[in-house]
């Protein structure tokens, strides 16, 4: 059967064609398109009724009917607002009535999962998982079965359901029971805040100006690299001295001049990306995505001017994930695509195949390679990590814009050039002398198999400081793709 043209279900009551005498397979047809009136009408019907289909609830713009048919081949189209259609994502045949999707139903055992949950509103019984689909097309009158792929209905219903979540749920639901969150003042030396993040094991940190009494913004990973990369370039040595005198405020001041030298034009000050209590998840997490930000901070002001200004949180997509998966992990049925592998799903960035002109390649490199490149790869490609991979492309490690936090470990940053320092060794400033290469903490290296459901892919992404899982090859651990938090709510939010 198909995957979203048809899914397997028990009949719905009263809407069905069926061979009397004949063994019946149930069949779910699904829209995800959107209308105001739909049918489905085909050769189970002989093409002279037209069986009208009904949205799904929570999800309007996805349509569906389900019929009881004999194991068989039929060719179905859709009659959506008075116009014929047909899905252009299904097995497709031209005959009699033009282009019409094709389905074949068969009894044999097949196990993929549902499209719609194990309980849909509207039906007498619930889906009997004994039934499963098979996606053929049809080519010269020949059946050949086709690979497993997630449907677009499938997808749409997922997408409405987690949207659902996200807009009825705050920032409130992000704030541990307890915790802390700690600012730096932006008068601070750029030497000492190096410090204190390396010592509290954060990557990210909010700025407070005592003067204006207001949070003015982050200092993050991206920032540290820029100045090691800059003092570098107009010094012989990084010396304590120079990161001594500079002020947070001077740094962040002074990275404003070179915009304005690069571009020609004079930026003023940008407000902090903020997000408060009272806003849905689903508006917290659109403003990381589309300012391209690694986190979030959630303030709260009782003053309509916003004085007095409380820090509550850090909000980061990470932490929203693991609201999602927490909330859908018993029903997954409530999120078709939550069990299906990651490699059918239209997700992440992939090795390319051989001859592919569109095709761009992963950024990994060997351990040997200096940490300017590194650094450079990390600035120029936009990424939270690098994968680390021996000659034959095997994952080994990960480098990532907070691992530069561990040259403040015995100030290692004043005695050190990056161009000499290869990766493998500032890999190894951030571990203990007995930590095996490629862990650290026990999960630098997040590494799941194309074959793994996508639920398990966010439940990796989902922990603190990962931003990338690696799709790696089982047993030489050959990396075959990379899925990062970003890709993750992209696709569940249909971006």
């Given at each position: 059967m198909f995957s979203h043209g048809a899914d397997s279900a028990h009949d719905a009551g009263g809407v069905g064609v069926s061979t009397a005498g004949a063994t019946t397979v149930p069949a779910r047809f699904v829209w995800p398109y959107g209308g105001k009136r739909v049918f489905v009408s085909g050769s189970f019907t002989r093409w002279s009724e037209h069986l009208q289909m009904s949205p799904v609830e929570g999800c309007p713009t996805v349509f569906q009917a389900i019929c009881s048919l004999s194991p068989g081949i039929y060719q179905y189209k859709f009659f959506v607002d008075g116009e014929w259609r047909h899905d252009e994502r299904q097995p497709t045949i031209s005959g009699e009535y033009g282009i019409v999707n094709t389905l074949y139903l068969t009894r044999e055992y097949n196990q993929i999962n549902s499209v719609l949950s194990p309980s849909t509103p509207g039906t007498r019984m619930d889906v009997d998982n004994e039934n499963f689909q098979r996606t053929v097309t049809l080519s010269d009158g020949n059946i050949q079965e086709g690979s497993a792929r997630v449907s677009e209905a499938a997808i749409q219903i997922s997408r409405c359901r987690v949207s659902e979540y996200l807009s009825l749920h705050t920032g409130y639901d992000l704030l541990p029971d307890s915790g802390k969150v700690?600012?730096?003042?932006?008068?601070?030396?750029?030497?000492?805040?190096?410090?204190?993040?390396?010592?509290?094991?954060?990557?990210?940190?909010?700025?407070?100006?005592?003067?204006?009494?207001?949070?003015?913004?982050?200092?993050?990973?991206?920032?540290?690299?820029?100045?090691?990369?800059?003092?570098?370039?107009?010094?012989?040595?990084?010396?304590?001295?120079?990161?001594?005198?500079?002020?947070?405020?001077?740094?962040?001041?002074?990275?404003?001049?070179?915009?304005?030298?690069?571009?020609?034009?004079?930026?003023?000050?940008?407000?902090?990306?903020?997000?408060?209590?009272?806003?849905?998840?689903r508006d917290i997490a659109l403003k990381i995505l589309q300012n391209g930000i690694s986190t979030v901070p959630v303030i709260y002001s009782s003053s309509t001017d916003g004085s007095f200004p409380q820090l509550l949180h850090l909000a980061s997509l990470s932490g929203i994930l693991k609201c999602i998966c927490r909330y859908f992990k018993n029903s997954t049925g409530n999120l078709p695509?939550?069990?299906?592998?990651?490699?059918?799903?239209?997700?992440?960035?992939?090795?390319?195949?051989?001859?592919?002109?569109?095709?761009?390649?992963?950024?990994?490199?060997?351990?040997?390679?200096?940490?300017?490149?590194?650094?450079?790869?990390?600035?120029?490609?936009?990424?939270?990590?690098?994968?680390?991979?021996?000659?034959?492309?095997?994952?080994?490690?990960?480098?990532?814009?907070?691992?530069?936090?561990?040259?403040?470990?015995?100030?290692?940053?004043?005695?050190?050039?990056?161009?000499?320092?290869?990766?493998?060794?500032?890999?190894?400033?951030?571990?203990?002398?007995?930590?095996?290469?490629?862990?650290?903490?026990?999960?630098?290296?997040?590494?799941?198999?194309?074959?793994?459901?996508?639920?398990?892919?966010?439940?990796?992404?989902?922990?603190?400081?990962?931003?990338?899982?690696?799709?790696?090859?089982?047993?030489?651990?050959?990396?075959?793709?990379?899925?990062?938090?970003?890709?993750?709510?992209?696709?569940?939010?249909?971006?």
């Open positions: 700690i600012a730096l003042d932006i008068n601070l030396p750029v030497k000492q805040s190096f410090h204190i993040l390396h010592e509290q094991g954060i990557p990210v940190a909010p700025l407070w100006d005592s003067f204006r009494g207001q949070f003015v913004g982050l200092l993050s990973p991206l920032d540290f690299i820029l100045i090691l990369k800059e003092l570098e370039t107009h010094g012989s040595n990084l010396t304590e001295e120079q990161l001594e005198t500079h002020t947070i405020s001077a740094w962040k001041e002074a990275k404003r001049q070179t915009y304005v030298r690069n571009d020609g034009h004079w930026r003023p000050h940008q407000p902090l990306v903020h997000a408060t209590p009272y806003e849905s998840l695509i939550l069990n299906q592998p990651v490699c059918t799903i239209p997700l992440g960035s992939w090795v390319p195949k051989i001859g592919d002109p569109n095709s761009h390649p992963l950024a990994m490199l060997r351990p040997h390679s200096s940490l300017s490149s590194a650094l450079n790869m990390l600035v120029q490609a936009g990424v939270s990590s690098i994968a680390i991979v021996d000659e034959n492309d095997s994952l080994l490690d990960t480098y990532s814009r907070s691992d530069i936090t561990a040259l403040a470990k015995d100030k290692v940053y004043t005695h050190v050039r990056l161009e000499e320092m290869t990766i493998h060794q500032a890999l190894q400033l951030g571990q203990d002398a007995n930590t095996p290469f490629g862990y650290f903490n026990g999960q630098r290296c997040q590494m799941c198999l194309r074959s793994d459901p996508l639920l398990k892919v966010m439940e990796r992404l989902s922990n603190p400081g990962v931003r990338r899982v690696f799709i790696v090859e089982a047993g030489s651990k050959r990396v075959e793709g990379i899925i990062s938090l970003s890709d993750i709510f992209k696709f569940l939010l249909g971006l």
